[in-house]
């Protein structure tokens, strides 16, 4: 059975699509089967994992309506080699058509139950917003990953994204889902904010927080634009080995 995993952050720009295609192919190398959804309608990360959202034959759009089954629409990607559930500019209406909809926060989950099997990890890309795309990233995934830089305002949006998290639990859309860790990105040690904040995250989540951190590297910004993960694009980069360090943490706290 996939373990499940939302990576959220309602804050953008903090590296949230880079983890989750760089996280993809790193658990993918270190031997596991891997899906990426994706469930922004940018569709940063379906692009950033060599598909075209323009020509796109089915998305996740069609799966949370409904309309097509997630084995129909899912691909595979390469260099990458993770399966996706790519997604594109239709997926902005489907918050206002699923308004209408039986059990709307339930679609994602829903339509992974049929698959969870046949993979060991099941990553959502969830959007930049606390709205109804991302409650269903939260409802279908069994932990969150937290992706956020270490400046200021993003202490104050951690705490909006964690108060969500609760209601999530205690309004009974998912009691069991907890966070199963915060992920410092575009980490610069150089940085004076970056290692009080830092060293905030650590006195408030201990543990909860990753060893692994992620730097801030040209190479992990470089690959979107060439369609591939960093692990292929440079794999003697900083930022391929961290998210290759952060996927070997993840699988040892797994076991």
Do not use: W
């Not at 891997?34 to 089915?58: A, E, Y």
């Not at 959007?127 to 400046?151: D, K």
Request: aromatic share 6%; with cysteine; hydrophobic share 40%.
């Amino acid at each position: 059975m996939a373990k499940i995993l939302a990576i959220a952050n309602q804050k953008g720009g903090v590296g949230k699509t880079t983890t989750s295609i760089n996280l993809a192919a790193s658990l993918v190398k270190l031997g596991k089967r891997v899906l990426l959804v994706d469930l922004d309608p940018q569709g940063n990360t379906t692009m950033g994992s060599g598909i075209n959202k323009h020509q796109l034959d089915g998305s996740v759009y069609q799966v949370l309506l409904g309309e097509r089954a997630l084995v129909d629409v899912r691909v595979s990607t390469q260099p990458g080699q993770y399966d996706l559930l790519p997604a594109n500019r239709n997926l902005a209406g489907a918050e206002v058509e699923m308004v209408a909809l039986k059990q709307r926060e339930f679609r994602l989950k829903q339509a992974l139950q049929s698959i969870q099997t046949e993979y060991d990890f099941i990553l959502i890309d969830c959007p930049p917003a606390l709205n109804l795309l991302t409650l269903n990233g939260l409802c279908a995934a069994h932990a969150v990953i937290i992706p956020m830089q270490c400046e200021y305002y993003a202490l104050e949006g951690l705490s909006d994204l964690v108060n969500t998290i609760k209601r999530v639990r205690t309004g009974g859309l998912n009691p069991a889902i907890r966070i199963e860790g915060l992920l410092r990105t575009m980490f610069d040690p150089r940085n004076l904010l970056s290692q009080q904040v830092s060293d905030q995250l650590k006195q408030h989540f201990s543990n909860k927080v990753y060893q692994t951190i992620i730097p801030r590297n040209i190479r992990l910004a470089e690959a979107p634009g060439f369609g591939m993960p960093a692990l292929y694009h440079n794999p003697r980069s900083r930022g391929a080995k961290a998210y290759l360090e952060l996927a070997s943490e993840i699988l040892t706290a797994t076991n």
